[in-house]
């Protein structure tokens, strides 16, 4: 399954980090396209490199060297022309003609305007350039010298564009930049923006609080709940933590699974609960294959501290709808309020 966040989408896999190639909402191609086309406009920004090309033609004056069988053959009736081969120092180098062929390719397939717009002005540097028609041969042909290096980077794009590899798998020693986030911050951060835009009017909302630690002499040990929401005068605590892991299939591994995988969360909000006097914590797990297992059935704790009863909730963040899941946590939150909270005797 896949969630689209801020960063466009990326793979669920709770036991660690993920290929995460995108900064802003766009697909992984469309973002592979984009550093096209910014290696291109640092390019032209220094100058498109020439190179001798190698041409033979039948030319009306003397260049280079007379190929003198192919001269006799084409020139018997033609003494003004001569049939040589020469060099020309043009911009119709390999490098070059990739690029155009590259460009010309991301017209087609792009799907974000504003590439295509930059591929379209781009291409009127490349006039002149013939574009690439046998990649495999002008690959071949690219020469590693101090007049190249500036292509370096954006030769490995083109071969993978070009040749229509994948953007994730690579192979037969293709080397390509990645980016790699720790998936739990990036849940973290993404929740509590969410939290903070949809609960703003009612909530005052602060993020990895840093307010208490753990023991008071020595000052020690510093508490750091990911999300802390206070409401009203009469002071309502409410603390939510996120936690970017999937909950085991009950029906199969039963319910000694949930207390292995969960114990350490349940317990750390005991402390959070402890120290800021808290009445009620949730905990916001990814919404995957099993949630359904505990939505309404095993998803509320109940336990006696400093004489109230503290309520620890689970729940699940649908990524593909968040709108709806902010929705039902707020009514989930709203259904109670800092007065009814149980008292015992």
Known sequence: MQFPLYFGVFGYSPRGTYLFPCLYPVSISCWSLSRV???TQFLVKRGLRSAYE??????????GKLQVS?????????????????????????????????LKKLQKVATDEKNKRDARELLLFFDGIQESVD????LVRIRNDRNSREYEKIMKWTEVILQGNSFLNFSDGIKSRS????????????????????????????????NYYLFEKPRDFQLRPDIVMKKGEGNRTVILDTKWKSLPDMKNEGWSAFNKKARNDIYQMVTY????????????YPK?????????????FETKIYGHILVIHLFFIDLVNMEESMKLLSQGMEGRTAGEVKKFE
Not at 179 to 205: D, G, H, P, S, T
Not at 277 to 283: C, G, R, V, Y
Not at 288 to 300: L, M, N, T, V
Request: proline share 1%; net charge positive; hydrophobic share 30%.
């Open 54 to 63: 190698e041409k033979t033609d039948n030319l009306r004056c003397f260049r």
């Open 288 to 300: 995957a294959k099993y949630s359904y297992q505990y939505e309404g059935i095993r998803d509320r």
């Open 37 to 39: 086309i910014v290696y």
């Open 179 to 210: 980016i790699l986030f720790a998936m739990e911050e990036v849940f973290e951060n993404y929740v509590a923006c969410q939290i903070k835009k949809y609960f703003r009017e009612n909530w005052e909302v602060s993020s990895q609080d840093k």
């Open 70 to 102: 192919g001269h006799i053959r084409r020139n018997i009736a033609h003494k003004e022309r001569f049939y040589v081969t020469y060099e020309e120092f043009t911009k119709n180098r390999p490098e070059n003609r990739l690029i155009k062929a590259t």
């Open 135 to 138: 990649y495999r041969q002008d």
């Open 273 to 284: 609960a402890s120290r800021y006097e808290a009445e009620e914590i949730w905990l916001l």
